[in-house]
Nanobody, 126 residues
Framework: QVRLAESGGDSVQTGGSLTLSCTAS????????MGWFRQAPGKEREGVAT????????GYSDSVKGRFTISQDKVVNTVYLQMNGLKPEDTAMYYC???????????????????WGHGTQVTVSS
């Protein structure tokens, strides 16, 4: 199975930037779709961004489109989430997820990912 480790969470002020990292280990060959999700206290988990690894095709939720960028470094099996223009409503625990899908269109925020990391906390203060 694939193991995921997130890092990069921190406390920043409104308008600040952060880059989250998610490094995959183990059976990484079984993974071709990865995503970032977030969950704030008292709220449901929300899909933020996804990337289909073979083509680097990406998708974003409307709430982060234009501010966040998901990318990958295949050499180090790491997916990044560059977050700019952070807002207090971005405050949440951010989780990395991974799975194998049969085609790129299935790699999206609604896909039921099977592998999850433990999360990294992002706090944005006003």
């Amino acid at each position: 199975q694939v193991r995921l480790a997130e890092s990069g969470g921190d406390s920043v002020q409104t308008g600040g930037s952060l880059t989250l990292s998610c490094t995959a280990s183990g059976y990484t060959y079984s993974t071709n779709c990865m995503g970032w999700f977030r969950q704030a206290p008292g709220k449901e988990r929300e899909g933020v961004a996804t990337i289909y690894l073979p083509s680097s095709s990406t998708g974003y939720s409307d709430s982060v489109k234009g501010r966040f960028t998901i990318s990958q470094d295949k050499v180090v099996n790491t997916v990044y989430l560059q977050m700019n223009g952070l807002k207090p409503e971005d405050t949440a625990m951010y989780y990395c997820a991974a799975d194998r899908v049969v085609e790129s269109v299935i790699c999206n925020n609604y896909h039921p990912f099977h592998a999850w990391g433990h999360g990294t906390q992002v706090t944005v203060s006003s």
